[in-house]
């Protein structure tokens, strides 16, 4: 028995607890073409079948009681809306209805801090849910995937994260889903949280330890809720870089952009001609947030983008601060409102 399962225990009046193990896809359980396919395994499109990946960790039940549930599985830059707006019906489910104490996620690493983050704005339950992935194949040498999930599910097993909102796991290190982001393309530490860093760690003597908690409002403590929504408002990202011009983001007014997140040079400084179409934009009545293309820091709403009626990403990066401003924008297309949704989450 686990030192931390052996505390929920402890804490649960003997129940052992239930974790509900969702399968999204991603690296965790592609299978490469040899244990040195460590690269572009997902071309060859070949997964792990269902509870292959459970099976091959049988110490998971020494943990808590692991119940496999079905879901789509996907490369993980395919998942839409529709999908992210299942995952919430189904969390909600798996705990009212099947009584699960935390629910792990497995999930591709290209846009898992999307999906953990819309989660961990819009699930209404204060149960740990924790989005697990891999850097490497489930068939590679000195795979990660098999630690990372039990790592994850003593997470979600833990007294300690209920109430903390949507965490991830991976590489041993828990991060807050508002913080985290994928900052290399290959190494195993590549989830980071940069200006902020980890919560805490799923240590090698078996322990859940948290040395920080989430300030910031999330879960069942925001204003969003999604229950019957079907899409998004749409909203785009727009990169600066030199002699860009403001045909990307004609084209995203064009295709309905009701938001632009302009990912801005410096502390969000797009071109002059990007600042031109940007300011048409806003006048047609789309939300404009400025970030940055650095990577972290915060982007501020100063008083020249207060006096355009744009208003500040903070430190969220460009694809985070596009789903919480689609999130805002089912509320209302008021600036001075988006800014203080900004500055709340
Ligand atoms: N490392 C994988 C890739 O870039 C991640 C796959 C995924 O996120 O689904 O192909």
Do not use: C
């Not at 000195?142 to 994260?161: C, E």
């Not at 590549?190 to 040395?211: E, I, K, S, W």
């Not at 403001?246 to 801005?264: F, R």
């Amino acid at each position: 028995m686990f030192p931390d399962a052996q505390r929920y225990l402890e804490v649960t009046e003997f129940r052992r607890p239930r974790v509900a193990l969702i399968f999204t896809g991603g690296t965790i359980d592609s299978v490469g073409t040899d244990r040195l396919d460590l690269a572009w395994y997902i071309e060859a499109g070949k997964r792990l079948d269902d509870h292959e990946l459970v099976n091959a960790v049988p110490e998971l039940q020494g943990i808590a009681d692991v119940t496999e549930v079905p879901f789509r599985r996907l490369p993980s830059q395919s998942i839409k809306d529709r999908d992210l707006f299942d995952l919430v019906e189904l969390i909600h489910r798996l705990v009212d209805e099947d009584k699960m104490d935390g629910v792990v996620i497995t999930h591709g690493t290209n846009t898992l801090e999307e999906t953990a983050l819309f989660l961990h704005l819009t699930v209404k339950r204060d149960r740990p849910v924790v989005v697990v992935g891999a850097m490497r194949p489930a068939s590679a040498i000195s795979a990660d995937g098999y630690l990372n999930l039990l790592n994850a599910v003593r997470v979600a097993a833990s007294p300690a994260a209920v109430g903390k909102g949507v965490l991830t796991v991976l590489n041993d290190t828990i991060h807050s889903a508002r913080d985290v982001t994928k900052t290399a393309t290959y190494r195993v530490d590549t989830f980071q949280g940069r200006d902020l860093g980890p919560l805490g760690y799923a240590d090698n003597d078996g322990r859940v330890l948290f040395y920080h908690q989430p300030v910031r409002p999330h879960t069942t403590a925001t204003e969003f809720d999604v229950t019957g929504l079907h899409a998004l408002p749409r909203v785009d990202v727009v990169v600066s870089y030199l002699g860009a011009d403001g045909v990307m983001i004609d084209a995203a007014v064009g295709a309905g952009a009701k938001g632009i997140i302009s990912a801005g040079t410096g502390a969000g400084r797009p071109t002059p001609a990007e600042d031109a179409a940007l300011d048409k934009a806003s006048a047609a009545g789309v939300a404009i947030i400025q970030g940055t293309r650095v990577g972290s820091g915060r982007t501020v709403q100063s008083p020249g983008l207060k006096k355009k009626g744009w208003a500040g990403a903070d430190n969220l990066q460009p694809w985070k601060a596009r789903i919480l401003l689609a999130l805002a924008l089912t509320k209302t297309s008021d600036i001075t409102e988006i800014q203080r949704i900004f500055d709340t989450y």
